[in-house]
């Protein structure tokens, strides 16, 4: 079994950042596809930046403002957020896939982080 566990939400004005981190714990390989996912009350989930080997991918409201990264020491994933929007409210979530990001199959979710950015 494995586990994900996130955390590093909190309420920041517009403008500021962030910092989430995701704890793999069990036999979840971190060399696969991971990802941050976020979803707002009333909206869909939403994917907003996966990762694997060598490659990173990114929704297009968040690049140049998120950077997604694996500490393979620490088995954390993280998703640095800078120049937070108001839009970027939502609880995100941390999700791993045995296999690479191409084929969009998570198996491990986290419980989520909530980020709330205030005008």
């Known amino acids: 079994q494995g586990q994900l566990v996130e955390s590093g939400g909190d309420s920041v004005q517009a403008g500021g950042s962030l910092r989430l981190s995701c704890a793999v714990s069990g036999d979840i390989y971190t060399k696969f596809c991971m990802g941050w996912f976020r979803q707002a009350p009333g909206k869909e989930r939403e994917e907003i930046a996966l990762i694997d080997a060598d490659t990173t991918r990114y929704r297009d409201s968040v690049k140049n403002r998120f950077v997604i990264f694996k500490d393979y020491n620490k088995k954390t994933l993280i998703l640095q957020m800078n120049k937070l929007e108001p839009e970027d409210t939502a609880m995100y979530y941390c999700?791993?896939?045995?296999?690479?990001?191409?084929?969009?199959?998570?198996?491990?979710w986290g419980r989520g982080t909530q980020v709330t950015v205030t005008i």
């Open positions: 999700a791993a896939s045995t296999a690479y990001c191409s084929t969009r199959q998570f198996t491990y």
